[in-house]
């Protein structure tokens, strides 16, 4: 999965929201335990505490009697976490002991809420968490009570504290058990959300294999059902592909009549003149062969830009060098001229076989007539290049006298001949040039081995 990828883009969105939406659903879930812990913890000791009131006070005189065993083992224990106390309350006077204490508190002493000063609450509590005997974590409720003793008003603080451990276990194991749940519903959210992306942009895998077969030359349209969202694209790609023929076969078409029609004119006027030794005439079919050699270039270049531009063409680059290499030995059997070919079965040239004919034919002809006895054709498949499409590179080696650094250069110019003595219009090596650089290759020449002239070609492989 790629980094700048549509599906490295959905996926990190959804992860990242998941990652985002879960810790704050924790974070939730967790403090509405708490508080739902909190006040059940604290209805449990509000019961205790009016328990404790309800059997401490008498109504018919209002005295305090002796509390009874409340029957919760907890309070008869010794430092269970579990208290309850009795105190008086002076105002303004020394902190008075309570007068009377669970069995559980044994000698110790609450700190009392009202010590705090905490504010009371609606229901006429105070609750406070505090810290109890040999460290112990307490949540504490309080209640103070004022009655008249024999015409006397008395004020009491009636409190009972309860483990606060007991809620702080509950809820580490509630917090436990949902930051598990989660984790685990996170992980297979992001297997889903991989699987979602991987099986949602499954159709577009498809329709590159379906591309990359018609580049190929394996198929001439995009074939299958994809779905209703991808559907209009395929339409147009399609449809795309058949314009593209179309108009290629409209321009072979129109360079064709083109052709026809300025060629047999021109033959006609340079045939006339060439009857007359006139000036005139002379001037007359000098200007005739430049008119046909720009026609012939500007009718070549229109030609070959028609023929790069179609889609999925593919050749066999070694039957074509296999063909060629017998054809000019054929030409050149006079001259001795022993021509070897080496190039693997498998390598495809992206284009028209014509064109690569043409290509590698100018090249071999060339070199042939330079050649004192050998020619040496090989085709191997180049680095991938940056855009990641393949290449292959035909070499054409000779022995024949070679070019300078100079000469080499003006040898690719279009109708430039370094020696009339040879046969031949000066464009084959210019062809070459053209086409390569609309197959968006390139075409060079050096030294070869043999101390002669190394043509290399690059081109697009299939």
């Known amino acids: 999965m790629r980094f700048n990828s549509l599906a490295f883009r959905l996926f990190a969105s959804a992860a990242a929201w998941t990652l985002i939406v879960l810790p704050i659903t924790a974070i939730i879930l967790i403090s509405l335990f708490r508080g739902a812990v909190e006040r059940s913890f604290d209805a449990r000791l509000n ?8 059997e401490t006070l008498d109504p018919q005189t209002g005295q305090l009697l002796p509390p009874p065993d409340l029957g919760v083992s907890e309070f008869n224990l010794p430092l269970t976490g579990w208290y309850w106390q009795i105190t008086p309350i002076v105002e303004g006077g020394a902190p008075i002991r309570p007068i009377f204490s669970s069995t559980s508190l044994l000698a110790e002493v609450l700190e009392l809420p009202s010590a705090q000063e905490t504010a009371i609450n609606s229901d006429g509590l105070l609750r406070a968490n505090i810290t109890g005997p040999k460290g112990q974590k307490l949540r504490v409720v309080e ?3 004022a009655f008249d003793n024999s015409g006397k008003q008395e004020r009491y603080s009636f409190a009972v504290a309860g483990n606060g451990e007991e809620v702080e276990n509950e809820i580490d ?11 685990v519903l996170g992980i297979g959210l992001v297997f889903a959300t991989l699987f979602q992306v991987r099986f ?4 577009l895998g498809t329709m590159q294999e379906g591309l990359s077969a018609i580049r190929s030359g394996n198929s001439e349209q995009l074939e299958g059902e994809y779905p209703v969202e991808i559907h209009p694209l395929q339409q147009e790609l399609n449809a795309l592909i058949r314009s593209n023929h179309d108009i290629v076969e409209r ?12 060629k ?14 006139t000036g005139l005439a002379r001037k007359v079919t000098d200007q005739a062969d430049v008119m046909q050699t720009q026609i012939s270039h500007h009718l070549d270049r229109a030609r070959m830009a028609a023929r790069v531009r179609v889609i999925g063409d593919v050749t066999d680059v070694a039957p074509v060098l296999g063909g060629l290499s017998r054809a000019v030995k054929r030409i050149y059997k006079t001259n001795g001229i022993e021509v070897r070919v080496s190039c693997p079965k498998d390598l495809k040239f992206q284009g028209e076989k014509q064109d690569l004919e043409e290509m590698v034919g100018n090249l071999l002809d060339n070199a042939c007539k330079w050649a ?11 680095v991938v290049d940056q855009k990641g499409a393949g290449q292959f590179t035909v070499t054409v080696d000779d022995d024949g006298p ?23 219009s000066g464009l084959g090596l210019s062809i070459v040039a053209d086409l390569a650089h609309l197959y968006r290759g390139d075409f060079g020449l050096d030294v070869s081995p043999a101390k002669g002239l190394r043509a290399r070609l690059r081109l697009p492989a299939a």
């Open 143 to 145: 209640r103070e009570v």
């Open 47 to 54: 019961t205790y505490l009016t328990d404790l009131l309800a």
């Open 402 to 424: 070679g070019l300078s650094k100079t000469e080499r250069k003006a040898a690719v110019q279009r109708g430039k001949r370094l020696d009339e003595t040879k046969p031949g």
């Open 200 to 203: 949602g942009l499954s159709p």
């Open 372 to 382: 004192k006895s050998r020619v040496t054709v090989s085709a191997k498949r180049s």
């Open 264 to 277: 047999t004119p021109l033959s006609v006027i340079t045939n006339e003149a060439r009857k007359s030794r």
């Open 251 to 262: 321009a072979r078409t129109h360079v064709g009549n083109l052709a026809h029609a300025l």
């Open 173 to 183: 194991d509630f917090k436990f058990i949902a930051i598990s749940a989660l984790t």
